[in-house]
């Protein structure tokens, strides 16, 4: 079973502050999506990333996928209270898989006001 | 589009009741699969479907059947429900394995 080890598990910071949040594994990855749920819904998509060492910004977020393709981190600057929800990395396993994508435990980020 | 829509959005049953988790997609995604999510335990998946009439099982089965008669929809039915099937249900469905999973809003299962 290929692992997805996402850090911190809990995060709660003041409004205005930057935080990182990653997505370690041991194994290779041919892609990379990060998710955000907030309560009471379902996931939805953030990101893809694809190339190692790929880096991709979203307004405030900055998603970056390491060169060997079995990390990702995900940068959030001057951090708002519409950015709290779970925030969830998954992994497309090298060599493709009819199961699908990985997923990490995931990351509860609030930010305080 | 609707995207992915699942009934009921709250069900509480008792040990040993069955029932039925609907799921429905309006985007021909072939695609479609089941988790549940537990504090600290992240998505785990229960059943995936690769197309209509195909479908196979993922990390956490037991206890669960699905079908899929048509492309559209994805049934998750609980044959003897379990106070450890209490859980948040979402069903996904996207174009390929490995593409963006499109969630529905979930369902909250209690089972006493």
């Known amino acids: 079973t290929q692992l997805l080890e996402q850090s911190p598990q809990f995060l709660s910071i003041q409004e205005g502050e930057n935080l990182t949040v990653y997505c370690n594994s041991s194994s290779v990855f041919s892609s990379l999506q990060w998710y955000r749920q907030e309560p009471g819904e379902g996931p939805v998509l953030l990101v893809t990333?694809?190339?190692?060492?790929e880096v991709k910004k979203l307004k405030r977020l900055t998603f970056q996928f390491g060169d060997a393709r079995k990390d990702s981190s995900l940068h959030i600057t001057a951090a708002q209270p519409g950015d709290t929800g779970l925030y969830l990395c998954a992994g497309a396993r090298a060599g493709g898989g009819a199961d699908g994508l990985t997923f990490g435990k995931g990351t509860h980020l609030i930010i305080q006001p | 589009n609707a995207g992915v829509t699942q009934t009921p959005k709250f069900q509480v049953l008792k040990t040993g009741q069955s029932m039925t988790l609907q799921c429905a997609q309006d985007?021909?995604?072939?695609?479609m699969s089941w988790y549940r999510q537990d504090p600290g335990m992240g998505l785990r998946l229960i059943h995936y479907?690769?197309?209509?009439?195909?479908?196979d099982q993922g990390e956490v089965p037991n206890g669960y059947n699905v079908s899929r008669s048509t492309t559209e929809d994805f049934p998750l039915r609980l044959l003897s429900a379990a106070p450890s099937q209490t859980s948040v249900y979402f069903c996904?469905?996207?174009?390929?394995?490995?593409?963006?999973?499109?969630f529905g809003p979930g369902t909250r299962l209690t089972v006493l």
């Open positions: 479907s690769v197309g209509a009439g195909i479908t």
């Open positions: 996904a469905s996207s174009y390929g394995t490995d593409s963006e999973q499109f």
């Open positions: 985007m021909n995604h072939e695609y």
């Open positions: 990333v694809v190339t190692g060492g």
